[in-house]
């Protein structure tokens, strides 16, 4: 399966559900986003947006190209933040990107906990975040390591993130 063959299924179906690829060629089913979801996602992008970051290099639910033994594989992060304006892609190559944001859902918690940390990690992705759907909505950081394994660098509620900057973790506008 290509990358184009996976576009094909995103534009296709009508129910709203993610089709990703793994770098080893698995086809992953995502389950569409609820309103929860997306209203973290939206304070995470109005967040980055206030601290100066311009609005094309703040991407919703983009496709990322990872490379991989089977050839490309594509994921969709729930968020992403770029060092540069991307140019208009279904699957864009990871040279620019900053930042990966998972929002877990009840479908893709195995995906976002163990899976997609490998994935960025091995693909030199600097950071990824992982929103927890908890009563705090629990945000854990990541940052790539020495090794390049990703290394939890801080766990905090959602609420308390948005209190401080971007910069604050490593993320300069």
Known sequence: MSLDDLAAMNEADTHGHRYELSPEGALSVMPPADSEHAAI???LLIWLALAGWPGDQILQAVGIKLTGPAGDGGRIPDLTLWSA???RGVWLPISDLLLAVEIVSPGSAAMDRT???QEYAAAGIPRYWLVDR???QTVTLHSIGADGAYEVTATMPLAWLLQTT?????LGA
């Open 85 to 87: 304006a991307q140019h």
């Open 41 to 43: 996602a939206s304070r």
């Open 166 to 170: 971007p910069a604050d973790h490593g």
């Open 115 to 117: 899976i997609k940390v």
């Open 134 to 136: 908890d009563a705090a």
